[in-house]
């Protein structure tokens, strides 16, 4: 039975669900940016730049979730087998992904507000107004934050999958495991 709470060998249940949540609401983010961005401007462009918007701020939300919960539950020990450089590399990356998974929607949403349009959450209610007059600056300062940050990302998640991938296919450790919901070797 896996744990709640993670443990010193793996993940607890609640941060494999955020992990997994947001990795599959990040694809959802990405396919939506590189449909919309291609599109002539129409009703369907503008619904789906509106369900971008709405599921980048649920991953804003479960990002803030996930934070909180790692304060709360220190991760999994790093294997013994790993040098300094790549506990600090492995370190790194995933701090250049909680940074820019809280730095993209905040673009985002800045960039929406400063071409002077509202942003509702899948229409539900309005979470930001729009920018009278249109803050053209903003606008575009937000949307190559947004449009550089996605390319960090992109580089950042290959380097965590690279780790994922050496870990599972060349050390054969449980680095991969102790973040799915099965049984490890050793348990």
Not at 11 to 22: F, K
Not at 97 to 122: E, N, Q, R
Not at 155 to 169: C, Y
Request: one cysteine or more.
């Amino acid at each position: 039975m896996i744990p709640i709470r993670n443990t010193t060998v793996r993940y607890g249940q609640v941060a494999m669900l955020l992990h997994w949540a947001i990795m599959l609401l990040f694809l959802v983010l990405i396919t939506l940016g590189l449909i919309m961005t291609d599109m002539e401007d129409s009703d369907l462009k503008w619904s789906l730049y509106s369900l971008h918007k709405s599921f980048g701020m649920t991953v804003a939300a479960l990002i803030i979730c996930r934070i909180i919960w790692r304060l709360m539950n220190p991760t999994p020990v790093l294997p013994d087998t790993l040098k300094s450089y790549e506990k600090w590399l492995a370190h790194a990356v995933h701090l250049g992904l909680y940074a820019i998974m809280i730095i993209m929607p905040i673009s985002g949403l800045l960039d929406s507000y400063g071409g002077g349009y509202k942003t509702y959450f899948f229409g539900l209610f309005e979470v930001l107004p729009k920018s009278e007059p249109r803050d053209k600056d903003l606008e575009h300062f937000a949307l190559a934050v947004h449009v550089y940050g996605s390319y960090a990302f992109y580089g950042l998640f290959l380097l965590h999958i690279a780790g994922v991938v050496k870990h599972h296919f060349i050390l054969k450790d449980n680095t991969l495991r102790r973040m799915l919901p099965i049984s490890l070797k050793d348990e």
